[in-house]
């Protein structure tokens, strides 16, 4: 075993003669210019973990790991975004544009319906919102709310602020430690996820 090693190295050669091998050390040169070449390969090692020591550091050191932000493009981004609420451990921090979600593509105006079953229902996960006051977001809330035809969804509590106050078109979510955006305008369809603990409390003391 150590001569097959010293052979794949180069520092031993091997013949044969009269079915007997035979082995001999390799030229002295040989062995000094494979030493040249590990010296090169152990002093580049060297050189690519000095470049990536900040990294480990990073990972060592809690307090300065960098937010992590996930973007998802279109209707199914926005999906991806709130449904990424449903695993919430704790109650949901909302900003909620509801007429937004009512005047938006078919298929988010199918999927607010089906979200507020999943949150209410399946996953029973209270939720704080402060709602955009309109006609329409009174309608919804007030009257058409699924989980309202049926009985009051005690895991809601509301309120209600001044459209002209705030004139947003997207939905926030604070939860753990994330921050869920979606927008809603028409030519600005996305959903974003934040993930850091610090930002996350600075939303939640707002």
Known sequence: ????????????????????????????????????????KIDRTHRELNELLPEFYALRNPLSIKPKVKFYDGETGVRRAMEDTLTASESLLSWDAMESWLKSTPYLQKYILEYAHLRAEK????VRVLFIDTPLSRQYILKDYPARKKKKDPLLDFKWIPKDIAPFKNEINIYDDKVSIVSLAKNELFGVIIESHEIAKIHKAM
């Open 1 to 40: 075993l150590v001569l097959d090693a010293l052979m794949k190295r180069g520092l031993v050669n091997q013949y044969v003669r009269a079915d007997v091998k035979y082995f001999t050390a390799a030229d002295p040169q040989t062995i000094v210019d494979g030493m040249k070449q590990e010296a090169k």
């Open 123 to 126: 996953h029973k996960i209270p």
